[in-house]
Nanobody, 115 residues
C-alpha cells in the first residue's frame, strides 16, 4: 500500500519559516519524482516545486529564492523548506510522487501565514 504522509504545516507570521516533510512508503522512493503542490481556498491546485530522481529541482516563479525542495532517499522523505513566508503562501500543501506510470498524493498539511 502506497502512503504519502505530509507534516510540518502550522500557523506562522509573515516573514517566518517552516519546513514541511513528506514521508513515503510502499514505493521505490528513489525512482520517483517528488513534488509539492498547494491549494488555497477557492483556487486551483498549483505546482510549487519538484525534485527529480537524479536531484534536479524546479520551482514556481512565486516561490523561487524563498523555498527549497530536497530529498533524503535513505529516509524516503522529501522536504520543503519555506522561508520569507507571505500571507499569499497560505494553502494546504500536498506531496506528490510520480513515475512514468503512477501518481500518488498525500492528504495535505495546512499552512497559514498570518499576523
Amino acid at each position: 500500500q502506497v502512503r504519502l504522509v505530509e507534516s510540518g504545516g502550522a500557523l506562522v507570521q509573515p516573514g517566518g519559516s517552516l519546513r514541511l516533510s513528506c514521508a513515503a512508503s510502499g514505493i521505490s522512493f528513489s525512482r520517483f519524482t517528488m513534488a509539492w503542490y498547494r491549494q488555497a481556498p477557492d483556487k486551483q491546485r498549483e505546482l510549487v516545486a519538484f525534485i527529480g530522481s537524479g536531484g534536479t529541482t524546479r520551482y514556481a516563479y512565486f516561490v523561487k529564492g524563498r523555498f527549497i525542495i530536497s530529498r533524503d532517499n535513505a529516509k524516503n522523505t522529501v522536504y520543503l523548506q519555506m522561508n520569507s513566508l507571505l500571507p499569499e503562501d497560505t494553502a494546504v500543501y500536498y506531496c506528490k510522487a510520480s513515475s512514468d506510470i503512477n501518481n500518488y498524493w498525500g492528504q495535505g498539511t495546512p499552512v497559514t501565514v498570518s499576523s
